[in-house]
Structure formats: structure tokens, C-alpha cells
């Protein structure tokens, strides 16, 4: 096999005057924003599957793409090779992290047994790429959603043997992302959902997943395992309600079953949207409540109602993502995941360097944006002054609790009418143009 992605140069930062596709316009690595470099706040990582396993096959189509490493026959042989031209691939696009899915790297075997000696050689072969290189591991999970076992979900099937066959994977992934160096495990629960109530025992089936969060949680500890658990929320797709709708829904359901201190949430853009929120609302709700973990980078096609995964080009929504991310004081041990794919006209080898480059620019543009817009507080200072009247006054009263409905009804009878204020929304959409065009 010929690893076609030794051909391409190393991609470098050229400046916003370059023509070049195959450089970073804006994304700096080394360039220092707010005391950190852009590669420590954005922590790049590429997602093993979508980019060197989605062969741009749709419900419609066969794949339109073909990896160097597809005519070779033998599976294990075949994510070997995988493996080299993966890693050639994420050194010279200089991305510091990668995450996977257990099956994304390895063929899964006939038994249990078998997969795990599967993923053994192939992680074997990934450490010492690893090693050579110097890229990372952002996090690793497990695929309990492909294998038509599943069709009813993992942890959550009303099958025990199934639930059993995915705490074996787990176990397994898990054991391989401490291996690795890995700094989170991500959960995504694909299938746990329903289709219909008329079947389904959604008490049992939460009661259940909840079980089996306990039971990565206490593996974790007896491995020694220091990464972060996440869980991702997405609302819908492949299964029609999903448990992990959102970041509320995941937080309530946390905190429910007192897994809240083990857990942050690992959010997607395109899954926002999907659960009928902005990118930017699941950020900030994660961050005030102190769960915001880690991010899947990519956007969806707003006019198309599945998740389409395509690479972010949208300065707006990259400039509100990091304005939370900033606000978070970063994302710990998370990162910027580009949960992303070409389209599936996009069938060259270089697509794949074009969608990151563009992806990673888009969000090195809006960390600019929006350490500029915190630096001049244009967004903090309005929202203070809005919120000025519970500094003081009656207001203080309420947030310290020294009243009451009957003290607050005694108040209102005296005010006489109240005086509210405008919230110039108009004003600061068009104050966030400004710095989105000025800087």
C-alpha cells in the first residue's frame, strides 16, 4: 500500500494574506492569546472515524471515497495499514490529539476474546505512532451502536445478555484509553433511547443505564484510570427520543443518580441544533453549572433535519463557542474533537487536509473574537448594568433570601409602576458584527 499522505507537505501558518489551501490562514499554533498559545487553548483533535473510515456512503449511494489502505483484504491488515496512513496524516496537519471508537481501529472479532486480541495488536502498533510522533490521545469510547445487537441499545436493551456483551467492551476500551495516555472517555449512547413507549420500560432502562455508569466509574478507579468521563448528548438519530437529549437532560439525569461529580458533558454543535438549540446555549448551560467537559467542532445544514457533520466555517458560531470556552477558563483536559466529514462529492485525499484546515482556521478566528470581546467587556458590562438592580436594594434582598412573598407583596404595593428598560439586543447583534469584521 502506497501512503498517499506522505506526498502532501506539512501544513503551515501563512496569515490571512495567503491563497494557499494547503495553509492555515489564521490558526497560529504558537501565536499566544490571553497567556496561552492557540494550540493549548484549542486543542485540536481528529476524529479516527469520520476521517479515515467514512467513505462517503449515504442511504442513496456507495462511497465515493477510497482510502490507499481499501484493497487489502485481511481486516487486521487492513487497520494496520490504516494506522500508518492515519498518523502520517494528523503529523502533518499538526493536530496534537486524536479519539476513537474501539471499532474505528480494530475489526471486531467473532467472540469477545477475539475482539480484544484485535484491539490489542492494533493499539500496540498505535503506541508506538504515538510515540514517534508526539500526537495524543483526547479520548477513546466504545461503538455500542453498529452491531445489530444493539438495535435495542446497550446498556439499556431489555436484553441482559446485551447488556453484559457492552460492559465487556467497555471494560475493554477503557482499559486501552488508560493504556494510551487518553485524557477523557466519552460516552455516547447511541441507541439508548426508545422507538415506542408501547414497548418500552423507560424507568428500567434509565434505572439500567445509570447501573452501568456506576460500574465505568468504579472500573475507573480500579484501574487507576485519571481521565475525565463525558457523556454526549444528542437528542435524536439513529433512535427516535434518545436519554441524553441535551446538556439539561444529561445534568438532571446526573445529578438524579449522584453521578453528577464524575461526569462532564462532551457537546456537539450539530447535536445542539438537533435538540432545537444554539451550539452556544449547550455551552453556556454546561458552563454555569460546571459540566462543561469537551466539544465535538463541526456544524450542521440547518435546512436538513439529520446530523450532517459537516467541518465549522461559521466565524459567528465559532466566535459565541469560544467566548464559553474562554469564560470556562478553557476546557481542562477536553479539546476541540472535529467530529467532522467531507461531503461526499469532496472525494480526495486532500479534501480531508482542506475540511480540517478550514475548520481549525474558523476556530482560531473566533478565539480572537472573543478574547477581544472579553478583554473589552462590550457583552459583560451591558449584561452587569442589566442585571444592576439586584446589587442593591430589593433585589439584593431576594438573592440573599431576607424575604418573602408576603415582605415582596408589601414592596410591590408601595412601588407603584414599575420602569423597565430596553435589552437593545439589536444594538449588540450588531456590536458582535463589528468585532466578528474588525478583528
Known sequence: MKNVFKDFKKVKYEGPESDNPMAFKYYNPEEKIAGKTMEEHLRFSIAYWHTFADTGEDPFGAGTRVYPWADISDPLERAKAKVEGA???????GAPYFCFHDRDVAPEGKTVAESYKNLDTIVDLIEEKMNETGIKLLWGTANMFT???????????PNADVFAFAAAQVKKAMEVTKKLGGQNYVFWGGREGYETLLNTNMALEQ???????EMAVDYKEKIGFDGQLLIEPKPKEPTKHQYDFDAANVIAFLRKYDLDEHFKVNLEANHATLAGHTFEHELHYAR???MLGSVDANQGDLLLGWDTDQFPTNIYTTTLAMYEILKN????????????????????MKDLFYGHIAGMDAFAKGLKIANKLLEDKVLEDF?????????????KKIVNKEVGLEELAEYAIELGEVENYSGHQEMLEAKLNQYILNN
Open 207 to 213: 434505572d439500567n443505564l445509570a447501573r452501568f455508569l
Open 147 to 157: 452491531n445489530p445487537r444493539f438495535m435495542n441499545g446497550a446498556s439499556t436493551s
Open 87 to 93: 498518523f502520517t496524516f494528523m503529523d502533518k496537519l
Open 329 to 348: 477558563n478553557g476546557l481542562g483536559k477536553g479539546g476541540l474533537n472535529f467530529d467532522a466529514k467531507v461531503r461526499r462529492p469532496s472525494f480526495k
Open 288 to 290: 454555569i453549572n460546571d
Open 383 to 395: 449584561v452587569a448594568e442589566r442585571y444592576a438592580s439586584y446589587e442593591s436594594g430589593i433585589g
